[in-house]
């Protein structure tokens, strides 16, 4: 999604604005753009398309100078396209902003801009934030020594909708100002420079410090310092924390791509997650960052999981979970919704809120509500410091390392290993013997191994993808445990082969989808041994009764599934409950090579950004 | 799905049987056949395809005789085929059976009887069990007055899974004989002659009295009556009901197509199911089929609504409603998943069963699950007298009339209707106020006219459809309120159009399926008038941005909408409480005349059946 670097310092802004860019590049973006102050003046290039079409341009016409905010875009208001690309700049031309986030009455303000003589030279919603802060500049007196940082104050009590954003003005050449609601903004500090960024991955390497901005905040930046005030208050409170080596740059490790790498990360990061947290003695799993004593954790009655895309399908998996061995009623939500259904919650439900990165517009958005009605919220996160962990009571980090590929893998099975941690907790408080937990636990430390040795089978899973590249549509099948299996690898075919693939619960398949299958659209079943399997060969033959071929993910030993499937993908024994852990690791592969088959760019797939910061 | 249609009598059995086939086709299927005994000799007719087919072979060659049995196939086990078709034979080609449901250890079975001599001519797992009966009747001594019977029940006892039977003997000219479990049968009592089918629609207007068999009897039928036993017991109890009027047969009075009918049936039929029930005075809803007093009522803490396909998405709808307006929480589950997962429930939740046909397998099994666990089961059908309206504690009949689409229409308004029905009755006994109450039964009253409304201008839907007929794949967008209506609209384009549509809340496009978007998928957005609308729009900006075509389906009134999207289509302006019950009209519709451009058969979709009573 948009991201943003913003410098002010001693050094050339330029490289490091771009190599700023570039650390955000995995996010997602269509089209990039900088503009720097120097000597009075502002220079602006902007351009469609990947950062090298603006290094390209910037080649030709260099953009001196030791202050500039930079920009990558993914389109929310208007077409991808040069004229759309950040930095916009207000009608005197000389103050430029970047911005993330979406501004809901952006039509309302375009039209009274424009009755006053305002000319708009882009489709987007930023460029009418530029105009309004430069209305407001306008009005100030000139003697006002904090004029564009009360400039920013006063457009922004006019706005409705979201922002992070990072400003500069040609008559200040000293000055980065910084603003956020909803949309993550960080104050980077290095030795005598100052970074503002959407991501502190961006910064980091050049910054020591940071500073997470909060919600309303809005920060003026000069080389001796910087001060932080809010809409409403001159001055308000913050921490520096320092930058944590695990936000460092990922690096490929001589993978071709981040996504295959992070498929192979998968052992070591389940190995992390479950790092410390399991207790053979006691049977049971600790995670005391829940920060809730076993007396709280007996009082739960319910638990909602909200989330978005991948950590929605965790959340679906880890419902069964906790079902299964705490014996709780668990609902999972799609954040957007659940923020504004008003869904009724009382004092003993439980709210997780799962996100990577800890800064999914949606998922913060349904956090906040869930915390106005006074309820319990907890995170289930990968990067730390992210706002969702702040924000939360408590929660598990996923310690998966970073995940730069768009389409979500090892953050899955680390946040389904969270889940199953959870819910031998929980389950260890109700109704799980020590002897039960125990078991558990000895199947759960076998996991990496196991996940592992699928690993080492990838190549079957390349042969069974390019069978099957061609397809026009799959359909990815499972019951119960694998139902969320079954949505998390239809969803990552679709997002990086953009074949229409769809995730159902099998025995759904009869009340309308089976209308879909025909000898050209395969379906994949996820039939590992378990309490549902005789229910699953069932639903195969139907397929197999309309000549839709069919992908089998089952256990190793099943002699009856090779008879009526067309291929056959075996995963080592383990209980249903580990399961998910091993059969969706076929899934991401399968999606993986159909889409190196089709000669996509895997990492970073059309429209779609890593991180969601918009609603 | 699969239909059974047996009979004895005085009369000559082909033509019965085969208008009885005709009865049963709505409800989808692949193959038919007849078997009819006549001076101790079995003849046997199948064919793959459509009944025409079986009428022309019959043309050829006719069945005299005056006890049969016949059955429509939908494929379960085995493709279709002339050989797959049912009836199917025992080894000794003597014994003739029907089956609808699935056995689930026929390869067990099979495998045994093949190692001691028997062949099969079929992959079926019916052709198994008529071996099986043949094998058992083999075993008893020619002068057992109840042979075949006996027969029959000695062959289930081995058997897994669901049946719904009929079976006739070459040895036994008098003798029909019926047994089920899982799968519905109904004994038709007419003058001197019987029936047994799987629907009490392929006996209505033969048959004037019937017995709905329960679960586990078995039925013996000779020309002076009949007796009912079960796998352990002589004698069971029955009770002979009168078939109502409302199950003749249903007419298509002047439409092209069924669905099309029942389309424009819908200002009638939410009429009827609102006829009675709304008391403007008391400003609430009256549902005396709930068998609840207010103090139980009161007392309900949680709701599980199970459904699956359409039904599942009317309780979707119905969740928010009832969340909304009782602010109750509600949890919508698939039938199927529900039944194996061990919920956790308590004695003050209800579940609710939603099912047109009331026999749909899956939401059966969800029943009687519910039941085990001691649960108050309600159910919302249409059929009057079917399996689950028998099965359940009370509930809400429809009254929306004979279905006859595969691809549910009427049934959806309905089910929405009457859950907005009893989110007011349960709103009212909390939070409601008299004066709210009265306003939304003043609003729902309207609702009839607003939807004869909406399709008067059906020529605007049908330009729209035409103009993207050859889209490859469709994208439905709605939240809140509108997030079923989305899943609703996408599952009437797949079932008669076969394009891979699919159905997610607006906010969840940018998490993973816009990467889908581009110039050939349309998008169609539900937008009318409600707490989300700017949300929507900014995802519609999200999607413009990616040239993507956008269908809006909006409130009259908005001037804002005609900017951003390709295509409109305005609902008259209502609560956003009721809107869901006119957004799903245009998208029915646009489905249907999608189907009619390319040419498909929209009354009987490929692979689909009507009523799923296989799990």
Chains 1, 2 share one sequence.
Not at 182 to 209: C, H, K, M, Y
Not at 234 to 259: C, D, N, Q, W
Not at 529 to 554: L, M, T, W
Request: charged content about 25%; hydrophobic content about 40%.
């Amino acid at each position: 999604m948009c991201g943003i670097v913003g410098y002010l310092g001693q050094k050339e802004a330029q490289p490091l604005l771009l190599s700023g860019l570039r650390r955000l590049e995995y996010r997602g973006y269509d089209s990039s753009g900088i503009a720097i102050l120097d000597k009075g003046q502002l220079g602006v290039v902007k351009r469609k398309g990947r950062i090298s079409e603006l290094e390209l341009a910037l080649q030709k016409q260099g953009l001196p100078g030791k202050i500039g905010v930079s920009h990558t875009r993914w389109a929310t208001h208007g077409i991808p396209s040069d004229a759309n690309a950040h930095p916009h700049l207000d009608q005197s031309h000389r103050l430029a902003i970047v911005h993330n986030g979406v501004i809901e009455n952006y039509q309302l303000l375009k039209q009274r801009l424009s009755d006053s003589g305002h000319h708009f030279e882009s489709e987007t919603d930023t460029e009418v934030l530029a105009h309004l802060i430069g209305e407001a500049y306008d009005l100030l007196p000139p003697q006002d020594p904090q004029r564009l940082e009360n400039a920013v104050r006063s457009a922004l009590t006019e706005v409705i909708g979201t922002y992070g954003i990072a400003v500069i003005h040609a008559d200040c050449p000293n000055l980065l100002v910084g603003a956020r609601r909803g949309s993550p903004l960080i104050l980077g500090i290095g030795n005598g420079e100052f970074f503002l960024s959407s991501d502190v991955t961006a910064v980091s390497g050049q910054a020591q410090r940071v500073v997470y901005l909060s919600d309303g905040d809005i920060v003026a930046i000069r080389p001796d310092g910087f001060d932080i005030s809010s809409l409403t208050r001159p001055r308000v409170g913050f921490e520096i924390s320092e930058v944590e080596k695990t936000e460092a740059e990922a690096e490929l490790g001589g993978y071709p791509h981040y996504m295959l790498k992070e498929i192979f990360d998968q052992p070591e990061a389940i190995r992390n997650a479950m790092r410390g947290r399991l207790d053979l003695e006691e049977a049971t799993a600790k995670l005391g960052g829940l920060n809730m004593n076993p007396h709280q954790l007996l009082r739960i009655q319910r638990i909602v999981i909200v989330g978005c895309g991948t950590a929605r399908h965790a959340g679906i998996v880890g419902e069964y979970l906790i079902e299964s061995l705490a014996h709780l009623p668990v609902e999972v939500d799609y954040a957007s919704e659940f923020r504004y259904r008003n869904a009724p919650l009382d004092g003993e439900t439980v709210v997780f809120a799962v996100s990577q990165s800890g800064e999914t517009a949606d998922t913060l958005a349904a956090v906040r509500e869930a915390k106005r009605k006074g309820m319990r919220v907890l995170g289930i996160c990968n990067q730390v410091g992210s706002t969702i962990a702040r924000e939360t009571e408590g929660g598990v980090y996923m310690h998966a390392g970073p995940e730069i590929g768009v389409a979500a893998t090892k953050s899955f099975t680390s946040q389904v290993l969270v889940f199953l941690l959870l819910a031998v907790l929980l389950g260890r408080l109700r109704y799980l013997s020590a002897r039960q937990g125990k078991k558990l636990i000895e199947a759960i430390e076998k996991l990496p191994d196991q996940v592992t040795s699928v690993l080492s089978r990838h190549k079957e899973i390349r042969a069974i993808a390019e069978k099957y590249a061609d397809a026009e549509a799959m359909l990815f099948l499972g019951r119960q445990f694998q139902y969320g299996i079954a949505l998390e690898g239809a969803l990552k075919m679709k997002e990086i082969t953009y074949i229409r693939a769809e995730g159902h619960p099998a025995a759904e398949l009869k009340h309308g989808v089976i209308a879909l299958v025909d000898e050209r659209i395969p379906s994949i079943f996820l039939c590992p041994q378990d309490g549902v399997y005789d229910k699953n060969v069932s639903n195969i033959a139907e397929v197999k009764a309309r000549r839709g071929p069919v992908i089998a993910i089952a256990s190793e030993g099943d002699d009856r599934i090779g008879k009526l499937a067309d291929d056959v993908f075996l995963i080592p024994q383990c209980s249903e409950l580990l399961a998910p852990i091993l059969t969706v690791v076929p899934l991401q592969l399968l999606a993986y090579y159909t889409a190196l088959s089709l000669g996509r760019d895997i990492d970073k797939p059309r429209n779609l950004a890593k991180s969601v910061t918009v609603e």
